[in-house]
């Protein structure tokens, strides 16, 4: 079933109708399990997100077939955040795990950016039951290494447990990258798996600049604040939830 080394092109753009196709076991509401046997996790796949709609078609077009081999059962979740204020990844990922929550006692809940594909089906989408798991360790972007010893974004997986416990993300991160250490100070301990590489789509017209990728200064102290601020003192108003073919849409007003 599962491939090992998969390869990612983004020369042609999938059409919705043609990833539906292609996924015929898959449920209204992106929701599937295995159609020949009993999942034996089940997975949520939560996606920040705030009109990237050419990323999105890539995610669905190799996430839903790359899920599937592993005979997971799963739902992929669309957090839309809506409003001009600054994005907040961290927030609507509290939001996406509070709502998922309501659907089903998930195993797993792996947190995905949408611009991020993984490059071997033996990266499995499970989570490691005794520590938080960093699965983009290694992305092309940076020549398959870590930018800086703590970084823990991209894609993460962990049990509803481990995110409750550690009260899920700060709410109070506008616009940075820096949700995501923080994350890793709240959970000293993680695991790393050895095939998580990842493809970064850029659909930018400027190409990046080629600085050295830096740690994010944070604006937080979270060994004091983790306890205040997250899943406790999560504020939002629920504006829609729709099932699509695809995927469940989560929309938002974040403040």
């Known amino acids: 079933l599962t491939v090992g080394p998969l390869a990612i092109t983004f020369r042609v753009l999938p ?7 292609k996924n015929p076991f898959v449920q209204v509401g992106g929701h599937y399990r295995p159609p020949h046997c009993f999942a034996r996790y089940k997975s949520a796949i939560l996606v920040a ?29 669309l ?10 990844r961290a927030k609507l990922l509290n939001v996406g795990v ?29 989570c490691d039951e005794y520590y938080p798991k960093h699965m983009a360790s290694a992305m092309d972007k940076f020549q398959y290494t870590l930018p800086y010893k703590s970084f823990f974004g ?17 709410n109070t991160y506008w616009g ?7 994350i890793a100070t709240r959970k000293k301990k993680k695991s790393r798996p050895h095939l998580g590489r990842y493809k970064v789509m850029n659909y930018k017209e400027e190409r990046e600049t080629q600085e050295p990728w830096r740690r994010p200064t944070s604006q ?19 504006l829609s939830r729709t099932k699509h073919p695809l995927y469940t849409k989560i929309t938002v007003d974040i403040g």
């Open 220 to 238: 937080h102290n979270t060994r004091k604040t983790w306890k205040a601020d997250g899943m406790n003192s999560l504020e939002f108003k629920l």
């Open 176 to 182: 940075s990258g820096g949700e995501n250490d923080d």
């Open 15 to 21: 059409s919705e109708r043609m990833i539906i196709r």
């Open 98 to 126: 509070r709502e998922a929550l309501k659907d089903e006692d998930w195993d797993c809940l792996i947190l995905h950016d949408v611009d991020l594909l993984p490059e071997n089906d033996y990266n499995l989408y499970i």
């Open 49 to 77: 997100y705030r009109n990237q709609e050419k990323y999105l078609h890539h995610l669905l077009y190799y996430l839903h077939p790359f899920l599937q081999r592993q005979q997971l059962s799963y739902t992929i979740y």
């Open 154 to 170: 991209g894609v993460s997986a962990l049990t509803p447990e481990h995110y409750m416990k550690m009260n899920g993300f700060p």
């Open 79 to 88: 957090i839309q955040q809506v409003g001009r204020g600054s994005f907040n």
